[in-house]
Structure formats: C-alpha cells, structure tokens
C-alpha cells in the first residue's frame, strides 16, 4: 500500500509539472483516487499517534502511581515509627513519675518477656533474675501503683504473680482512714475492668472513690503503695460487714515495663492470706 501511494504521489507530481492541457484529466484522475488513500492514511497516522500518547500518558500515569504509593508506604512507616516512639516515649514518662512517687524504696527495672495468659497479665516473666538482685516476694510496680508480687526467680529472669490473679490476696487499707479491707484477685470479674473489695468493717469509712493502698499489716507487701480506687461500697446482707470493688491503677491489659522492688518486707502477723 505504501509503494502504490508512493508511485501516485511521484506521478502526481510529475504530472502536475507538466503544464499542458491534455494532462488535466489524468491528473485529475491521479488526484481522484490519491485523495481519499491519502486521507486514510493521515487518519491511521493520526491513531496511531494517538494510541502512542495516549500510552505515553497511561505509562507516565501508572509510574506516577507507583512512586506515590512508595511514598505513602514510606509515610506508613514513619508515622509507624513515630507513633511507636511517642507510646514508648509516654511509658517511660509514667515510669520516671512511679519511680519518684516511690523513692523511698530501691527499684530495678525490668521489661516484660512472656506471659502465661493470652488475655491479661495475670502471671509473666520479666528479664531480671538473680543476677539483678531480686528474690522472691519483691513488690512489683507499673502504671501508678501495684502490680504485683515475684514468685519464682532465676538466674536471669522472674516470674510475677499479679493482684488479678485468682490466688492473689492483698491486705489493703484505705489512704484517708487507714481502715483495713482485702483485694482479692479475680479473674472473672477483672472481664470488667474490677477486682473484689472485702473484709470491710461494718463501721469503717471506706467510700466510693477513696485510694486503697498496701496495709501495714502485710506480711509481704511494702505498706503505702497506691493499689487502685474503691467503687460500689456496699453493706453486706447481714450488716456485718462491707465490700466493693476495687479499680487497680496498673493496666494489665498492655504490660511491658515495671519496677521491682529490691527490698523485702519483714515477717508480721498477718490478719488474712495473701498471695
């Protein structure tokens, strides 16, 4: 197709050079059939010049949206980043605030490596064993207050029971009154965010609201360490005695670092169990 409109063009113009009458016909001849083959041609030219900016634009389009989603990506992980830096930033803030609010006391620093629930902290492992100085029945700490008590050491690593554990008992008191009551651990009812409150004194004034620290009377924990907040103090039945609920400060839902510490409680009669 290409020669056949090539020969036309080359006798087209040679024929247009021509200046005599009896070639008018024939160019006229020429230009009928050369005109519409030469339309069709620039028409196809012009597709294809089409086709080939159109996928120049496509090309440009899809390599812009690829560096744009590396960039997000790269965003993605920086605020990742930021983000993770920021919670971590915020935990060590809390620690350095519970490490001041107990300074009476010496506190090793640990982070949590393990736990034995998949839903809470109820008992888990720290990276501090031995080795650091920790024994068993070392008061724990974390988000404020009490956490728990050290049950079993290694050379390297310890094991906490944590107050929300069935088997916990902590002799407790209120900060105002100094009035004695137990939180008892719960597993059940921590499912709302709340440990039981009991052995409350009919007569003591232990209200909604007031903090519950460790008692004096522990066997086996330091007295004066914030345990959480009473909530829904109630007569008992039989208007012997009182009970509630207990809200802890520690969130022992997203433990990673506490405090151990490194100093034991003297042996005291002790009213109740504890863990």
């Known amino acids: 197709m290409l020669i056949v409109l090539t020969v036309l063009c080359t006798a087209l113009i040679v024929v247009s050079s021509v200046q005599s009458g009896f070639m008018d016909p024939l160019r006229n001849y020429i230009g009928y059939v050369l005109v519409p083959v030469q339309k ?149 009812l921590f499912e709302e965010g709340r440990l039981a409150l009991t052995n409350i004194n009919k007569d003591a004034d232990i209200s909604d609201g007031d903090a519950i620290v460790t008692s004096n ?4 924990f330091l007295p004066g360490i914030l345990i959480g907040y009473a909530s829904d103090i109630t007569i008992d039945s039989r208007h012997l005695t009182k009970s509630g609920y207990l809200i802890p400060v520690a969130d022992f839902d997203n433990l990673q670092e506490v405090f151990v510490i490194t100093e034991l409680k003297e042996d005291v009669p002790e009213e109740e169990p504890e863990t």
């Open 217 to 220: 009377i522990s066997a086996k």
């Open 40 to 188: 069709g041609v620039n028409a196809v030219g012009t597709g294809i010049y089409n086709k080939i900016e159109e996928y120049s634009e496509l090309k440009s389009a899809y390599d812009e949206n690829i560096e744009l989603k590396a960039r997000i990506d790269s965003l993605t992980e920086e605020n990742n980043r930021l983000k993770s830096e920021t919670e971590e930033l915020s935990r060590l803030r809390e620690m350095y605030q519970l490490d001041n609010d107990y300074m009476q006391y010496q506190k090793v620093a640990a982070r949590i490596i393990a736990k034995d629930s998949e839903n809470w902290f109820q008992v888990f492992r720290i990276d501090k064993g031995s080795n650091d100085g920790i024994e068993p029945d070392m008061n724990v700490l974390s988000g404020g207050g009490l956490c728990g008590i050290v049950t079993e050491v290694g050379a390297n690593y310890a094991t906490v029971r944590s107050i929300i554990d069935d088997e916990s008992r902590v002799a407790a008191m209120s900060q105002h009154t100094s009035d004695n009551c137990i939180v008892a651990g719960d597993l059940k």
